[in-house]
């Protein structure tokens, strides 16, 4: 690549937030209807579907439970198990647990598995984003925001090593290479300066 020759893009936006927020109102909608008169929990799942969960929460009745638990991964093939669980009892009530992103469906089957076991009155899930494409095990999705492909994706919750959590909308990574190189000046040439480092 010649001297002055602008370096091709590594990021690219693939959901505005205005498109995010369009999508999470009629959500929401949906959700109001479904659960009207039960007052349900919202059960996240950490780190990663907190703007999401936050943002739909406010769209809701007040006269919800809004709890979050945490997974961990261990042994060679990765098994998941849970890192901090909920300190809500979610026996007879209606759960909604809230993801950011539903790919092979292995952690959400484990994680539906394990709620059913507390005997909720009902469970479903609702999504930001589903990678069908990654699919192995087949989970119900009763809400979902988007569909998105394969590529690795930053913002609203998703991250890259702790960071970019914080960016209002969804951004695609066009060259993983480049941006594990260096993500700082990918993420300073996608939008001036790369995210705060957020700590849960």
């Known amino acids: 690549m010649g001297r002055g020759t602008p370096s091709p893009a590594v990021l690219t936006q693939v959901v505005s937030p205005a498109a995010i927020a369009r999508r999470l109102t009629d959500l929401a909608a949906a959700i109001r209807e479904d659960y009207a008169g039960k007052n349900p929990v919202l059960l996240g799942v950490l780190k990663g579907a907190v703007p999401f969960l936050a943002d739909l929460g406010r769209q809701l009745p007040p006269r919800i439970d809004i709890d979050f638990l945490s ?3 261990f ?3 990765g098994r998941v198990g849970i890192a901090v ?4 009892s979610i026996s007879g009530r209606h759960v909604l647990l809230v993801e950011d992103i539903v790919d092979t469906g292995l952690t959400l089957s484990y994680l539906l598995g394990l709620l059913e076991t507390r005997q909720p009155a009902s469970l479903a899930t609702v999504t930001l984003l589903d990678k069908r494409t990654r699919r192995i095990v087949d989970v119900p999705l009763r809400y979902r925001g988007f569909e998105v492909g394969d590529e690795f994706l930053l913002g609203y919750g998703l991250d ?8 209002p909308g969804l951004w695609a990574v066009l060259d993983l290479a480049a941006f594990r190189l260096d ?7 996608a939008f001036g300066e790369p995210g705060d480092k957020v700590i849960a």
């Open 85 to 88: 669980d909920s300190a809500t």
């Open 183 to 189: 993500p700082e000046q990918a993420t300073r040439a």
């Open 75 to 77: 042994g060679s093939e």
């Open 71 to 73: 997974l961990t991964r």
């Open 160 to 167: 890259w090593e702790g960071r970019y959590r914080n960016l």
